[in-house]
């Protein structure tokens, strides 16, 4: 008891997560339609390298459920007229426009916070996670051309950005201060994310200490995780564990063996990569 009152609230906190082992292959079928939430995940899923290098936002969208094609193309939209926008702007200045790109697009996108939310949800409605804001934001980063790291710990993921006009830049997606520029305050935050670390349950009983960099597709196949967690805390088990199988399929990442671990303590667990 002590697992499910203490330790998993901690790695549900966290709203991103991902898997260790990859079971889905191009040309094979790891996902049955029924297990599908939408045309576009069963095709996402089943051929996950196409999918990805033809369109990030197929995997961006894939957890959304049952969308049609028109849904998908109006919210991509919204977000590659952003991006555009901000394209523009770069082109125009010889200064730094990161600190616009991240006040604007919380204005624009970013309402209300609520965990486990999907990237769907966020362009549709303004609800966002740490997740999903931070695929956001490396979403912009990234068609910009900006160098930037995903940052993960135990507690936290944030943005290391190499600005060209103001250097080493922090981009916290939560935060509406979540821009920050000076190396000492930079220093200063990353140390406190670790001294959450060190301070976590998971790190002090299980030893899981994650510090490592995301991909932009980790990220959005780790939405797949908030899923796994909204089905536990609905006491669907066997939604949860799907959940996580098709984290798996997309993404790796070790936090995921200790939610499946705890989810193979309650029930029976049936392994969806058969």
Known sequence: MKFIAVILPLIISLSFLGKSEVYAQDHEI???????????????LNQIDKAWNT???NLYFSPTEKINAKEFTSMKQDVQDWVN????????????????IFTKTRNKFLKNYAECSSFSEMINTGTYDCLTATLLYAHIFDEL??????KQLNSHVYILLNDAHQ????????????????????????NKYQSRLENSLLY???????????????????????????????DNFQDAQLALYKASIVTDSPRIIYLRSYLEDQVSYEDWSK
């Open 30 to 44: 790891t996902l049955a339609k029924n297990q599908s939430s939408s045309m576009l995940e069963y095709y996402s």
């Open 55 to 57: 369109d990030h936002f």
């Open 85 to 100: 926008y901000w394209q523009e702007q770069k082109d125009k200045t010889n200064k730094s426009i990161v600190k616009k």
């Open 145 to 150: 051309g900006y160098d930037f790291q995903i």
């Open 167 to 190: 250097g080493r830049t922090l981009i916290e997606s939560t935060d509406v201060y979540g821009y920050v520029i000076n190396q000492n305050d930079i220093d200063e935050r990353i």
């Open 204 to 234: 002090k009983e299980y030893g899981m200490n994650l510090s490592e960099n995301l991909s932009l597709k980790d990220l959005a196949g780790l939405q797949y995780y908030n899923q796994a967690v909204n089905a536990y805390r609905a």
